[in-house]
């Protein structure tokens, strides 16, 4: 690499307008650092939240990116858990307070005072966090985990957010043999949602608005497939799910998919709306029913996803891109024309 203060990237200027290669500058590798050439950037419908300020007012120029797998180039003189020439990757945050008593438990997702977001965020000098769209990246060891050898860095990239807050909110709920499980949307979320509930042992039902994807979905690993547009759907599964897991990103008529889950079971969203959603209480009383949310998981689970994920094979159906046609990709996921994550080779950039 030619120096820290001009690594190449991809960069939304402005809130909604196209992104554009420029330059961005990376701290010096300090010594618990370690700096990742990074090969490969998974495009997350996060990303066009963010960048076209669905979520709110953000922080421009915006370099996006928080499915970043990479391979280590070096390492700060204190750092003991990486070597040079290791493959890593980096999720949704790069540090947090390490004091509190969720970073203690390993879950420094729910940090209590802010974690550091990969982009669109501040680091504790105040600076501006850069993310994946990039071809170097340097970050605390602790907030990198391991690829495993059995996982290519092109498929194991979208782990690094579709894959764990898939694997977080499953494991939480206890979802494994003798689990009726349905995943609510078969997109870049979804479709990691289905292998892994799939390979923790559940019966795994795909709700989608059509049929059109249910030959994927049933090689992916479900068990059944319905479509949310035709009514019958929702006579035939009532009270059917242990656990509804939702990954879409619009509004939904909860109170009809509340009726689907059994007494005392659980709909947990993933997915983010731009806009509020309503309930009505008794939805929830007459079951005993949970409606819940679920962000990713801790530097420790998302390891132990990884692992799990070489273990069994899995990793994201993915379609690798070059770098000039980001913009493009937001449109087809804005549409849901892709099958199933769209990845940046970030040689390109």
């Not at 965020?121 to 966090?129: E, L, M, S």
């Not at 992916?220 to 019958?232: I, N």
Request: overall charge negative; hydrophobic content about 40%.
């Amino acid at each position: 690499m030619t120096s820290l203060s001009a690594v190449p990237a991809y960069a939304a200027p402005a809130p909604k307008a196209p992104l554009e290669r420029t330059t961005i500058a990376r701290r010096a590798v300090g010594a618990h650092d370690i700096l990742i050439d990074v090969k490969f950037a998974g495009i997350c419908h996060s990303d066009i939240h963010q960048a076209r300020e669905g979520w709110g007012e953000a922080i421009f120029p915006m370099v996006p990116g928080h499915e970043i797998a990479g391979v280590v180039s070096e390492v700060g003189s204190d750092v003991t858990a990486y070597a040079v020439g290791d493959r890593v990757g980096v999720g949704c945050f790069v540090d947090s307070c390490r004091e509190c008593e969720y970073c203690l438990r390993g879950q420094e997702q729910f940090c209590a005072n802010g974690s550091v977001a990969t982009y669109n965020g501040r680091d504790k000098n105040g600076d501006p966090t850069y993310g994946g769209y990039s071809t170097a990246l340097v970050v605390d060891e602790h907030y990198a985990v391991r690829i495993p050898e059995g996982l290519s860095l092109d498929v194991a990239a979208p782990l690094l957010c579709a894959g764990i807050t898939t694997y977080s909110p499953l494991r939480h709920w206890n979802v494994g043999p003798g689990k009726k499980v349905a995943v609510l949307g078969l997109g870049g979320l979804g479709h990691m949602a289905v292998k892994l509930a799939h390979a923790l042992g559940a019966e795994v039902t795909v709700l989608s608005q059509s049929l059109r994807k249910k030959d994927d979905g049933l090689r992916l690993g479900a068990d059944h497939y319905y479509a949310t547009s035709d009514p019958a759907t929702f006579e035939e599964l009532a009270s059917s799910f242990d656990v509804i897991l939702s990954t879409v990103s619009v509004p939904l008529p909860i109170d009809s998919y509340l009726k689907l889950l059994k007494v005392e079971g659980a709909f947990v969203n993933v997915g983010a709306p731009e806009e509020p959603v309503s309930v009505n209480m008794f939805s929830l009383i007459s079951g005993r029913k949970t409606l819940a949310g679920s962000p990713i998981g801790g530097i420790a689970e998302t390891q132990e996803m990884l692992d799990f994920c070489a273990e069994h094979g899995l990793g994201a159906e993915i379609e690798v891109i070059s770098a000039d046609q980001i913009n493009e990709a937001y449109e087809r996921v804005v549409a849901s024309d892709v099958r199933y994550r769209f990845v940046i080779d970030t040689a390109t950039i």
